[in-house]
């Protein structure tokens, strides 16, 4: 039995071998992986929890090998969603809901009964332009990764950027926009998002917080 880890170090450090890689995985100027790679090779790296639904037939799952994929068990994905690992990990936990229309990019981790509405755009990267002489695509990508504790939701049509952490039982309101840290027991909402209420254990309620308009 090979070293998964092993195999990849020596691929990157070989840029022939690199490429042969790349040439097997993908066709040139493709970014979707070859369907050898989605039905057979990913299977050997993937891990797909017990009862599990994944619709991925009007949807695009481009998921390669070389990061994880492992979502946990009771969750589903549904129809036209976007799921792709490419510039990093995607790691969901047990009973994750993905809505209809939702686009996830690694480096992403949704803890435990996490879920989004339908439309949601979750990212942990973003593409360099710090070398205006290039073409953005030209440029390394920027990768900050995107946390969420357990049983956090979003709302339809949000979109969370990357670098963002979302402390857990935290409800993002539909349309918002994360572009910092939300802490855990909260809700927020707005563009960007921001906290209006948070659970008190004392009171044992939900508390508007100071600056709600």
Request: hydrophobic share 35%.
């Amino acid at each position: 039995m090979f070293d998964k880890k092993s195999v990849k170090e020596v691929l990157t450090k070989n840029e022939r071998l690199m490429a042969l890689g790349h040439w097997f995985i993908l066709r040139h100027g493709r970014l979707q992986p070859r369907w050898w790679v989605r039905k057979i090779l990913n299977r050997f790296y993937h891990k797909i929890g017990k009862n599990t639904i994944i619709r991925s037939k009007h949807s695009r799952h481009d998921l390669f090998p070389w990061n994880k994929f492992e979502i946990g068990n009771d969750s589903d994905i549904e129809n036209f969603t976007v799921l792709n690992n490419g510039a990093g990990d995607v790691i969901l936990g047990n009973r994750v809901l993905i809505g209809i229309g939702s686009v996830i990019i690694g480096p992403v981790t949704m803890g435990d009964g996490s879920g989004t509405g339908q439309h949601v755009f979750i990212s942990g990267f973003s593409h360099g332009f710090q070398d205006p002489e290039k073409e953005t695509r030209e440029q390394p990508l920027e990768k900050h990764p995107v946390v969420m504790g357990e049983d956090v939701h979003i709302g339809s049509n949000s979109v969370v950027v990357a670098g963002v952490t979302i402390g857990k039982k935290t409800q993002i309101g539909a349309g918002s926009v994360v572009t910092r840290d939300i802490p855990p027991y909260s809700v927020a909402v707005g563009n960007p998002a921001k906290v209006v209420k948070r659970y008190n254990f004392e009171t044992k309620c939900w508390e508007n917080t100071r600056g709600l308009q």
